[in-house]
C-alpha cells in the first residue's frame, strides 16, 4: 500500500471513531440515538479528506501517519468540548476549517522548497520578539487569569504567542545551522544575536506573566542549542541560569509564589488568606480550587473511565465544578470519562506524533529541516508536558493548551502549520531516500 493509501485508510478510520465519540455523547445527553450525533464524523471525514487530497498532490512522500493523529486528536478535543458545551464545540469546528485551510495554504506556498525560510531567520527571531510584546501594547493587550497574554483587534482575539513560538523555531533553525561547528567549538560571541533574541522573548513573556509559555520557549531554546552542537555544557548553563531565574522569580513575583505553593501544598488543614475575596478559607476552597477539583476529576475515572458524555463537570446549580474545563483542564475531563486505561491510550497518540516527527529529524539530510523538525516536535513535546504535568501536579500549573485538544483558534492554526511543516521536512527526507 502507498504511503498516500495508508494515510487515506487511517483517515477513514479516524471518521469512524469520531463518528462513534459523537454518538455516545449524544446518547449521553439526550438519551436517543439521532442521525445529527453523525454530523460531526461525517464533517470531520470530508475535512480531512480535502486535506489528504492537498498532502496527496504537494508533499506525496510524507510520513503517512501525522496527519492522521492530528486528525485524531482534534476529533478527540472537539468531542470533548461537544460534551461540556456543544456551542463551543461549534465554534472549535469553525477554527478547525481555518486550521486546514491554513495547513493547506503552507503546503502549497512551501512545497518546492520549504529550505528559503533560512532566508529570513532574522525575519523570523524579530516577528517572534514583535508578536510576543503585542499583548503588552494598551488598548490591543488583554490580561485573562493573570496573564497579558491576549489581543483583542475588532471582533477577533488570538493569541500571538502561539505564531511567535514558531517563528523563534525557524529563526533558530536558520541560525544555528549556519553557525553549529563555530558554536561548538565554543566560540560564545557567536551567541550574541542568539541570546538577544531569546532574552528579548524571554523579558517580555515574564513582563506578560505568561510564565507557561516562556518555560515553553527556553526549553526550545535549549533543545536546539544542544541538537545543533552537541555540547552538553551550554545545556548545563541554561539549566543553572533556569534555576537561578526561578528562586529570584519565586522572591519577586507574586504570581510565581503562589503557583508553586499550590504545587507543594494544595491542600491545607488550617485557613490561609484568600486573595480572592480577602478573607481566611482553606486553599483548596480559594487558590488552588481548579487544581485540586481536577485532581478529583482524574481520580474519579478509575481505570476504565464513566464513559464519554457520563463524566460529572457541572453543580446541581449548573456551575462548572472546575472553571476553565474545555481550555487548561480539559485533561482532567478526559481522564475522567476515559479513565487510566483511555487516558493512556491518548498519551500515546502524543508519542507516536512525537516519534514520526523525531523520525522525520533524523532522515533528512541537511541541518536546517534538521532543526527545523526537531524543534517543531520538541516544542510539541514539551508544550504537552508542561500542560499534562501541571494537571496531574508533576510540576507547577502553567496555562497554557493542550496542542489540538483544548479549546482556541490560536492554537489550533499554529498547530496545524506545526504539522504542514513536519509533513514538508518528511517530504523531502522520504524523496531522497527514494532517488
Not at 352 to 371: E, H, I, N, W, Y
Amino acid at each position: 500500500m502507498s504511503l498516500r493509501n495508508r494515510e487515506l485508510a487511517s483517515l477513514l478510520a479516524v471518521g469512524l471513531i469520531t463518528g462513534c465519540g459523537f454518538a455516545s455523547v449524544y446518547i449521553a445527553r439526550r438519551q436517543v440515538v439521532s442521525a445529527s450525533s453523525l454530523t460531526y464524523g461525517i464533517f470531520f471525514l470530508c475535512l480531512y479528506l480535502a486535506a489528504h487530497l492537498v498532502t496527496r498532490r504537494t508533499v506525496p512522500h510524507a510520513d503517512p501517519y501525522l496527519l492522521p493523529l492530528g486528525g485524531l486528536l482534534t476529533a478527540i478535543g472537539v468531542t470533548e468540548i461537544y460534551r461540556i458545551n456543544p456551542g463551543d464545540a461549534l465554534r472549535q469546528s469553525y477554527w478547525i476549517v481555518v486550521g486546514v485551510a491554513v495547513f493547506a495554504t503552507t503546503l502549497v506556498l512551501l512545497r518546492r522548497d520549504y529550505r528559503r525560510l533560512e532566508s529570513y531567520k532574522y525575519v523570523s527571531g524579530i516577528t517572534a520578539v514583535g508578536l510576543l510584546a503585542l499583548p503588552a501594547l494598551p488598548v490591543i493587550g488583554q490580561t485573562v487569569n493573570g496573564s497579558r497574554l491576549w489581543v483583542h483587534a475588532g471582533g477577533l482575539q488570538f493569541q500571538p504567542g502561539e505564531i511567535a513560538k514558531l517563528a523563534l523555531i525557524v529563526f533558530l533553525a536558520g541560525y544555528l545551522r549556519e553557525k553549529r561547528e563555530v558554536l561548538a567549538q565554543g566560540r560564545l560571541k557567536d551567541l550574541g544575536p542568539l541570546l538577544a533574541v531569546w532574552g528579548a522573548a524571554m523579558l517580555i513573556l515574564v513582563e506578560t506573566g505568561d510564565l507557561g509559555s516562556a518555560l515553553l520557549f527556553f526549553g526550545i531554546f535549549l533543545a536546539v542549542l544542544y541538537i545543533a552542537t552537541g555540547r552538553a555544557l551550554f545545556v548545563g548553563a541554561g539549566v543553572a541560569l533556569f534555576a537561578a531565574g526561578g528562586l529570584i522569580a519565586y522572591d519577586t513575583i507574586d504570581r510565581v509564589r503562589l503557583r508553586v505553593t499550590i504545587w507543594l501544598h494544595p491542600w491545607t488543614d488550617h485557613a490561609v488568606y484568600c486573595a480572592q475575596n480577602g478573607k481566611l478559607e482553606l486553599r483548596q476552597n480559594c487558590a488552588s480550587y481548579q487544581l485540586v477539583k481536577s485532581l478529583y476529576s482524574i481520580g474519579a475515572g478509575h481505570f476504565g473511565g464513566t464513559g464519554l458524555g457520563e463524566g460529572t463537570f457541572t453543580l446541581t446549580n449548573g456551575a462548572p465544578v472546575i472553571p476553565d474545563l474545555k481550555t487548561d483542564f480539559i485533561f482532567s475531563a478526559l481522564s475522567q470519562e476515559l479513565g487510566l486505561i483511555g487516558i493512556a491510550a491518548f498519551l500515546l497518540v502524543y508519542m507516536v506524533f512525537a516519534l514520526r516527527g523525531f523520525r522525520a529529524a533524523m532522515t533528512v539530510d541537511d541541518g536546517f529541516s534538521k532543526l527545523l523538525a526537531a524543534g517543531l516536535t520538541f516544542g510539541f513535546v514539551l508544550q504537552t508536558f508542561i500542560i499534562v504535568g501541571g494537571v496531574v501536579r508533576i510540576i507547577p500549573l502553567t496555562g497554557i493548551t493542550l496542542p489540538f485538544v483544548s479549546y482556541g483558534g490560536s492554537s489550533i492554526v499554529a498547530n496545524f502549520v506545526l504539522l504542514a511543516g513536519l509533513l514538508l521536512v518528511s517530504n523531502r527526507a522520504q524523496s531522497r531516500q527514494l532517488s
